[in-house]
């Protein structure tokens, strides 16, 4: 049994993701967990869709304790999903809604097989991928969403065709009914997000753009762009 995403209606909101990376806050170690804390209740507050956990550097107790108290930062009836990267097992332990997985980590279907021997709730499963054929690969697996980049660019380097492959990826013809949905990931702003959805990305993922911005503004933003598109 799949998790079913929230459907965008052509025009209308996006979905958007926060990547979470403590150590580009200031301050030492606790400074640095109290706001990405802070963080995460502010994008649940604003109504970003999901929330990637991703401070790969934790040792599994650590990030089982910073992954509860972010389960705990989202209040009860929230929208907002919030998926551990990688570990199936800190997801489980915590409460966390699902896993992000990288490309070169187990497919979605196998992740889902382990979570449902483990638990009754469905789990949402996102996957990042660089090219058309991990698109299709996370697709027919079964993934609930993935990740696109790097659009614009990674770790500060400019990818001039990443737009094209963006482009070319939301292209393909979809396995089974609707379209599993893409967002688009690597250096958005909200200068270049519209090129991002004109492209058929259903949504955005970021960490600079939420981490360093008021994200309540950021999303109003985003979401206005989308609506726009659609007149």
């Known amino acids: 049994m799949a ?13 958007l993701c926060y990547i979470t990376a403590r150590k580009q806050f200031p301050g030492d170690e ?3 967990r109290r706001r ?3 963080k995460v209740a502010e994008c649940a507050a604003a109504g970003v869709d999901y929330i990637q956990l991703r401070e790969k550097d934790l040792p599994v107790r650590a990030l089982e304790q910073l992954a509860g108290q972010a ?5 009860p009836g929230s929208k907002t999903r919030l998926l551990v990267n990688s570990r199936i097992d800190v997801a489980l332990a915590c409460g966390a809604h699902g896993v992000h997985l990288p490309a070169d980590n187990l497919a979605a279907s196998e992740a889902r ?6 638990s009754r709730v469905v789990p949402v499963i996102g996957v ?44 393909r013809p979809p396995i089974a009914g609707s379209p599993m949905p893409m967002l688009a990931l690597g250096g958005i702003t909200l200068g270049n997000a519209q090129q991002c959805l ?20 950021c999303v109003q933003r985003l979401r206005g762009i989308s609506v726009a598109g659609a007149r």
């Open 113 to 118: 097989a382990i979570w449902m021997r483990a």
């Open 128 to 171: 990042s991928t660089h090219s058309a054929a991990e698109v299709l690969s996370a697709e027919a697996h079964g993934a609930d969403f993935v990740l696109f980049g790097p659009v614009f660019e990674k770790s500060g380097t400019l990818n001039p065709a990443g737009l094209e492959q963006l482009k070319a990826a939301c292209q």
């Open 36 to 38: 990405l804390l802070t």
């Open 198 to 217: 004109q492209a058929g990305a259903a949504g955005i993922a970021a960490i600079r753009l939420f981490q360093e911005n008021n994200v309540a503004e």
């Open 30 to 32: 606790a400074e640095q």
């Open 3 to 15: 998790y079913k995403p929230m459907e965008q209606p052509r025009g209308g909101p996006i979905l």
């Open 71 to 75: 389960v705990a930062a989202i209040p």
